[in-house]
């Protein structure tokens, strides 16, 4: 299985030049690597100017909605980003579900709209601080994979790869050690061996993401076996990404 490594710019940078140049850094520093399938999730609005220069890597959306059109102001629709070049879209990151409210329900319209056409998408899961204190990471993990999951059947769901991101460690610094992030992993597995059976559950990709460095990298891939990374922070900076990518492969 090849490793995913996923770059989420967020709201970042704030000029198209910044954009392109942290674009070209990391197009640059990627070229020789062939054995990591990287994609990289600028701002909707820098998509447009990276279509035709992404070729040594797939470009992906931060989001999306799940209606095809019509009056829904602010939002972009998947023909849009599918017309954009964009092959893989995050759905349910926590930053989406803590700021803007996106609810179990609304994940799981996003998931089955985007198994509905030929993008890829990478569902993102994971327990708050307050949860993790109260000991409900399970609880939690289950729930919001049950239901992101419901309706899709085991065809469709082949296209999906879960992230396992733990809230409390998303740009605080404080990643979860390998440890305790492997056993979130082999929870995840299990849950889908249960929806689905093992041998679809064995073929799903599970990333990790939550305040991934260089220094802590190879952890998640080495020792605990996740099948890639979704790095926020650390992606600003292509020096610094393509260091993870290169630690990893
Ligand atoms: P971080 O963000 O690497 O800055 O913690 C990860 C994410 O939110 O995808």
Redesign the pocket.
Known sequence: MRLLIVA?WKMNPRTLRGAKQLFNSVKNGAKKIKNVEIVICPSFVYLSNFRSRASSFKLGAQNCFWEEKGAYTGEISLGMLEDLGCQYVIIG?S?RRGYFKETDEMVNKKLKAVLGIKLNPILCIGETKEERNKEETETVLRRQTISALKNISSPKFSKVTITY?PVW???TGSPCDAEEAQKMGLLIRKIISELYNRTISKKLRILY????KSKNAAGYIKEAHFQGL?????SLNAKEFIQIIKIVS
């Open positions: 989420n990151h930053e991101e460690a998303i740009g993401g939550g305040s991934v979704l790095v926020g922070g650390a």
